[in-house]
Nanobody
Framework: QVQLVESGGGLVQAGGSLRLSCAASGRTVSVYALGWFRQAPGKERAFVAAISWSGSSTYYADSVKGRFTISRDNAKITLYLQMNSPKTEDTAVYYC??????????????????WGQGTQVTVSS
């Protein structure tokens, strides 16, 4: 059974930086594509970034491109999201997710099979 646990959320000032982590249990996660999603109050869960199983390919939502960086350490089975220059509109609960289907980096939440419990990120002005 795959379990994902996010950490690193909190309060950050706009223009600052924050790094989220997602620790996974289960060695099979090292061959899954992984992603970050976020959900703001009253809004649907939205795609943020995805990374291939090897880490060689990444994909970002336009809203975070150039500011956020997704990475992974397969030896530690951990996913990261480096958030630089966050904006108040980045305030949301952030979730990591794992996709069992090999060979893709999905942007739709429905394509992911495993989810963490989420970590709150609040960006103050």
């Amino acid at each position: 059974q795959v379990q994902l646990v996010e950490s690193g959320g909190g309060l950050v000032q706009a223009g600052g930086s924050l790094r989220l982590s997602c620790a996974a249990s289960g060695r099979t996660v090292s061959v899954y594509a992984l992603g970050w999603f976020r959900q703001a109050p009253g809004k649907e869960r939205a795609f943020v970034a995805a990374i291939s199983w090897s880490g060689s390919s990444t994909y970002y939502a336009d809203s975070v491109k150039g500011r956020f960086t997704i990475s992974r350490d397969n030896a530690k089975i951990t996913l990261y999201l480096q958030m630089n220059s966050p904006k108040t509109e980045d305030t949301a609960v952030y979730y990591c997710a794992a996709d069992r289907t090999h060979g893709r980096m999905a942007t739709a939440a429905a394509e992911y099979d495993y989810w963490g419990q989420g970590t709150q990120v609040t960006v103050s002005s």
